[in-house]
């Protein structure tokens, strides 16, 4: 990967997010290029596209400050889960490796069941091409 | 950074059009929002008001405003029926002290938007902690012949305003106005002029432990005068930005601008901000009703309304 070129207009994609915000704190048009932000680091994740490391680093803060800053998503658990949080982080990190086991090992039907019981309990497994 | 602070347009519930927002004062945008009445468990259409202001509060931040954000607390006066309080009915229901029906649903409105991760606000004013500024603001709004005293009561005198203003212009009630005019007067509201004028303060009951000393003896203050007395004492005869659910635009928000005129003669609001209804399968999630999610049933999923339980933060995102 050249890491000076970008395929992507990261700035043009930064002006709308926040033209999207000036008109009547319009969030459902902001989120909406959020995910085009998201689909963006897949295909470059895939090849498809590519961001310069510059560019690549105003994204990320741009990111962080629209998600977590302006919207008020968290990474961090509220107080009432602060406990627990490190041991369900652990928890869910080993089940998602017995996943990975049973994918490796064909086990399709037991690898769906846990990605299923794991989307009941708010745990979104995104599976990717070659990527057990 | 590029500054994006110049080119914000705001939807004016007042002009009924998104107009260019320019802050009043150069140190800090001024918004009041309008709290919860603390007597029961907030639900999520509740929730979405305070979410979408937290959001507003946050962008106006990042880009680089001073906000001062006043949200209040309505622990008295919000009344039903013309008659009691919200509050000291529930504390009968729950056999505890009003108070005690105050401090209980404002820790649990706390605790639900700590789930939600919203900011708190600069100043969280409580109706009851601040009843000599609504008696002054009464005295003011009585010496301007506005109100009225009667049998320990005071009373905002909507016919009286009438002759230099529209009451219900702002929320497009000029039908509903009429027919209050017309309607009979319940027996708790024979002693006003005319039904549609509201409560500046009410005489207490005389098992009401909720009460005040007042001019006009014991008592306890009207719903709509607390905000308008509030918001002036925190940012200012004149602000930005006042909100609340649609809900409240008539009568609160409504009985607020005619405080606010009365006293002042001028709007001393820039925008007029509303939140929509939240709808549960397509009908206003309300609680009378029964059609109503609260949030901790979203996030622990005990709901027969949803398959599944949702991170507050999925539902914040979506708010």
Same mark, same amino acid.
């Given at each position: 990967?050249?890491?000076?070129?970008?395929?992507?207009?990261?700035?043009?994609?930064?002006?709308?997010?926040? %033209?999207?915000?000036?008109?009547?704190?319009?969030?459902?048009?902001?989120?909406?290029?959020?995910?085009?932000?998201?689909?963006?680091?897949?295909?470059?994740?895939?090849?498809? %596209?590519?961001?310069?490391?510059?560019?690549?680093?105003?994204?990320? %803060?741009?990111?962080?400050?629209?998600?977590?800053?302006?919207?008020?998503?968290?990474?961090?658990?509220?107080?009432?889960?602060?406990?627990?949080?490190?041991?369900?982080?652990?928890?869910?990190?080993?089940?998602?490796?017995?996943?990975?086991?049973?994918?490796?090992?064909?086990?399709?039907?037991?690898?769906?069941?846990?990605?299923? %019981?794991?989307?009941?309990?708010?745990?979104?497994?995104?599976?990717?091409?070659?990527?057990? | $950074?590029?500054?994006?602070?110049?080119?914000?347009?705001?939807?004016?519930?007042?002009?009924?059009?998104?107009?260019?927002?320019?802050?009043?004062?150069?140190?800090?945008?001024?918004?009041?929002?309008?709290?919860?009445?603390?007597?029961?468990?907030?639900?999520?259409?509740?929730?979405?008001?305070?979410?979408?202001?937290?959001?507003?509060?946050?962008?106006?931040?990042?880009?680089?405003?001073?906000?001062?954000?006043?949200?209040?607390?309505?622990?008295?006066?919000?009344?039903?029926?013309?008659?009691?309080?919200?509050?000291?009915?529930? #504390?009968?229901?729950?056999?505890?002290?009003? $108070?005690?029906?105050?401090?209980?649903?404002?820790?649990?409105?706390?605790?639900?938007?700590? +789930?939600?991760?919203?900011?708190?606000?600069?100043?969280?004013?409580? *109706?009851?902690?601040?009843?000599?500024?609504?008696?002054?603001?009464?005295?003011?709004?009585?010496?301007?012949?506005?109100?009225?005293?009667?049998?320990?009561?005071?009373?905002?005198?909507?016919?009286?305003?009438?002759?230099?203003?529209?009451?219900?212009?702002?929320?497009?009630?000029?039908?509903? *106005?009429?027919? +209050? #005019?017309?309607?009979?007067?319940?027996?708790?509201?024979?002693?006003?002029?005319?039904?549609?004028?509201?409560?500046?303060?009410?005489?207490?009951?005389?098992?009401?432990?909720?009460?005040?000393?007042?001019?006009?003896?014991?008592?306890?203050?009207?719903?709509?005068?607390?905000?308008? #007395? $509030?918001?002036?004492?925190?940012?200012?005869?004149?602000?930005?930005?006042?909100?609340?659910?649609?809900?409240?635009?008539?009568?609160?928000?409504?009985?607020?601008? #005619?405080?606010?005129?009365?006293?002042?003669?001028?709007?001393?609001?820039?925008?007029?901000?509303?939140?929509?209804?939240?709808?549960?399968?397509?009908?206003?999630?309300?609680?009378?009703?029964?059609?109503?999610?609260?949030?901790?049933?979203?996030?622990?999923?005990?709901?027969?309304?949803?398959?599944?339980?949702?991170?507050?933060?999925?539902?914040?995102?979506?708010?």
């Amino acid at each position: 990967m050249n890491n000076s070129i970008s395929t992507f207009n990261v700035k043009s994609w930064i002006k709308k997010c926040y %033209e999207a915000m000036n008109d009547d704190f319009n969030s459902p048009v902001l989120i909406s290029y959020l995910f085009r932000a998201v689909q963006l680091i897949q295909d470059i994740r895939s090849g498809k %596209e590519q961001l310069s490391l510059s560019d690549l680093n105003i994204l990320k %803060e741009t990111m962080f400050t629209f998600s977590f800053d302006i919207l008020g998503i968290s990474i961090y658990p509220t107080f009432k889960y602060q406990l627990y949080f490190n041991i369900i982080k652990y928890l869910v990190q080993i089940i998602i490796q017995i996943r990975i086991k049973a994918r490796y090992d064909q086990l399709w039907e037991y690898s769906d069941n846990i990605r299923l %019981e794991l989307l009941k309990v708010g745990v979104l497994l995104n599976d990717v091409p070659h990527d057990i | $950074m590029h500054d994006y602070s110049h080119n914000i347009r705001i939807y004016n519930s007042i002009k009924k059009k998104k107009e260019l927002f320019i802050p009043i004062n150069k140190s800090y945008i001024g918004i009041y929002v309008c709290g919860p009445t603390v007597y029961r468990k907030i639900h999520l259409g509740n929730c979405r008001t305070f979410i979408y202001f937290d959001v507003v509060f946050r962008y106006l931040k990042s880009i680089g405003f001073n906000v001062r954000y006043v949200r209040n607390i309505t622990d008295v006066g919000h009344l039903e029926n013309d008659r009691e309080d919200k509050i000291y009915n529930k #504390a009968r229901i729950e056999d505890i002290e009003p $108070m005690e029906i105050a401090q209980k649903y404002t820790l649990y409105f706390h605790n639900i938007l700590n +789930l939600f991760n919203t900011l708190p606000p600069s100043i969280e004013p409580i *109706a009851s902690g601040h009843i000599i500024e609504q008696i002054d603001l009464i005295n003011k709004l009585i010496d301007k012949g506005v109100a009225y005293k009667v049998n320990g009561s005071v009373y905002f005198d909507v016919k009286f305003y009438n002759n230099n203003n529209n009451y219900g212009l702002f929320s497009n009630r000029f039908k509903i *106005a009429n027919l +209050l #005019a017309n309607r009979i007067q319940n027996k708790y509201q024979i002693e006003k002029k005319n039904p549609h004028d509201f409560a500046l303060w009410k005489i207490k009951n005389y098992k009401h432990i909720m009460k005040w000393s007042s001019p006009w003896g014991y008592g306890f203050p009207g719903w709509h005068i607390e905000c308008t #007395a $509030m918001s002036i004492k925190y940012i200012g005869d004149i602000f930005d930005i006042h909100g609340g659910g649609i809900d409240l635009k008539f009568p609160h928000h409504e009985c607020e601008i #005619a405080q606010f005129k009365s006293v002042f003669n001028k709007n001393i609001v820039s925008f007029w901000m509303h939140t929509n209804i939240l709808t549960l399968n397509g009908n206003k999630m309300s609680k009378s009703t029964g059609n109503v999610l609260l949030p901790n049933e979203i996030i622990n999923g005990k709901t027969f309304f949803l398959k599944r339980s949702f991170s507050p933060y999925v539902i914040r995102f979506f708010f």
